[in-house]
């Protein structure tokens, strides 16, 4: 029997931008709100600056036409597969939230299904010029991620990654180079009775996206 997904709230939500968006700039020297900031120029020390690698996205995608309807990223058929609609679409703006405004904006949806999805565009990292993979890599190489596994999805870059791997527990967060300052993140959380099936969900999710921004309808 299917069960209703989980309506988090906005906390919840909260949770995918603090482990896909602030944890991932919060390599950087400065602070500003709890968001970090890039270094000054010139100043070097951290091992991770040489270290990281760097990812090129050889046929980057524009996102930046969504910023304000994120939740139109995902397509109608994509929704029902998963047990949700359109009209379940909760979007968390910028304009309307504090932590978005500084990190980018999310949708979050509700429905008649397992477990619970989520999507950010992490503008807020390119704006402080830490965008793309990279930004990420060079947190992962300070140790803030037990979770770090490279994937592909639909030909881009992506990491399942996380500050614990809770994939066993039905939690999975995805993080997708769509250009070399720009990512995405999904997330597929509280899928108790299928653990294994949360990241195939978020996989799905990210392939849809990268569907919708290429145009492929």
Known sequence: MRRRMYDRSVTWVRGLVLSSVVIFAASCSATTDGVAEPPERGVTGSETDTTAPQRTVSDPLDITPYLSEPCDLVSPEMLEDLGTSPEQAEPILPEDDELAAQTGPLCRWS?????????????????RGLGGLKGLEVSRDQGRYKLWEEVSVAGYPAVYLGVRDARADGDCDLAV??????????????????PERACDVANELAADVIQTLKGER
């Open 111 to 127: 429905g008649e299904a397992e477990g619970s999805i989520a999507l950010g565009i992490d503008s807020g990292n390119k704006e």
């Open 177 to 194: 180079g769509i250009a070399d300052d720009m990512t995405f993140g999904v997330t597929a959380h509280s899928f108790y009775d299928n």
